[in-house]
């Protein structure tokens, strides 16, 4: 066999397993229903914040595609032009200080990244602004390994309790649901009990860490009934995984039968790990729990 014979068998092989490649990938992804939402787990209508925030992510991707696309392109020319000839032997020619290109290289990652910002910063400030006076504020206290619902307008509470904590998969029927009425504007304030959580509702596309002693919020409307999942997504601990809840979006009707169901009163931070209003000794057990944080 001639070593052209070999090259090109070589080339066919390495062929068949790229295409096999692509092949697989294509397929398994194919599978997943989330890439069909393009990769995101909402619809653009979930909440008032949710198009925007798909718009800036597939944007975003479009944009770095592109400039994927004209990297990867440049490299490959310059690697097939300036590649090494047959009849040349010794270093290329070696050269430095090109202005024009020095110039292009500055500029060009520049601009770019001020595009990135201008567009995140905007869209941002949308997302964040709080609104004067939301039609729902739920005051959020997150818990080794649970979640307090305090309905702060309505005066009345949901406490979180976790049915197992045995490493098992978690039940959705014992988690703490959280209501929210359809079309209303609502704050969350979100507080932590004990070490750093973070509120995560996937489909909102939103999320925010819970710090002990620290105020923070998410103001949003959620435009779709439905049930969707609620997650802690800041490690806090062994039952980090279970420190699941529910978000049911509602009718106004059913909202309102909902909280009938509810304690009156809110569960505020009298029942925090260190509690705040407390002064004086901490309460019994208070010092060794944080010891074995
Ligand atoms: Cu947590």
């Known amino acids: 066999m001639s070593s052209q014979d070999r090259t090109g068998s070589r080339r066919a092989k390495i062929f068949k397993v790229s ?4 092949m697989a990938a294509l397929f398994l992804s194919g599978c997943s229903s989330e890439v069909q939402k393009g990769w995101l787990p909402a619809e653009r209508d979930n ?11 597939v944007n ?6 592109i400039v ?6 440049l490299i490959i020319w310059c690697i097939v032009a300036y590649r ?10 070696q ?12 500029t060009i990652p520049l601009f770019m990244v001020l595009v990135f910002f201008y567009f995140t910063d905007r869209d941002q400030q949308a997302i964040d602004a709080r609104v004067e006076d939301p039609d729902v504020i739920i005051d959020v206290r997150g818990k080794q390994w649970s979640w307090d619902f305090n309905y702060v307008l309505e005066n009345k509470y949901d406490a979180g309790v976790q049915a197992q904590l045995n490493g098992e998969p978690g039940v959705p029927e014992t988690l703490p649901t959280l209501y929210l009425p359809v079309n209303q504007t609502v704050e969350f304030r979100l507080n932590s009990r004990d070490v750093i959580h973070s ?4 489909a909102f596309l939103q999320k925010r860490d819970m710090i002990p002693e620290r105020e923070n919020y998410i103001t949003l409307t959620p435009t779709r009934e439905g049930v969707f999942e609620g997650k802690c997504a800041e490690l806090c601990g062994e039952y980090h995984s279970e420190m699941l809840f529910n978000v049911a979006v509602v009718s106004e009707e059913e909202y309102e039968a909902h909280l009938e169901t509810l304690e009156d009163g809110q569960l505020g931070e009298e029942y925090d790990r260190n509690p705040q209003t407390v002064t004086g000794e901490s309460p019994s057990g208070a010092d060794e729990q944080i010891g074995q944080d």
């Open 19 to 22: 295409s096999l490649v692509v």
């Open 47 to 57: 909440t008032s914040n949710t198009g925007r925030i798909i718009d800036l992510w």
């Open 60 to 65: 975003s991707w479009i944009a770095a595609l």
């Open 68 to 73: 994927g696309v004209i990297t990867w392109g």
């Open 84 to 93: 090494r000839r047959r009849n040349e032997t010794g270093y290329p020619r």
């Open 95 to 106: 050269i430095s200080y090109n202005l024009p290109l020095e110039v292009f290289y500055l």
């Open 199 to 202: 509120f995560w509702v996937p």
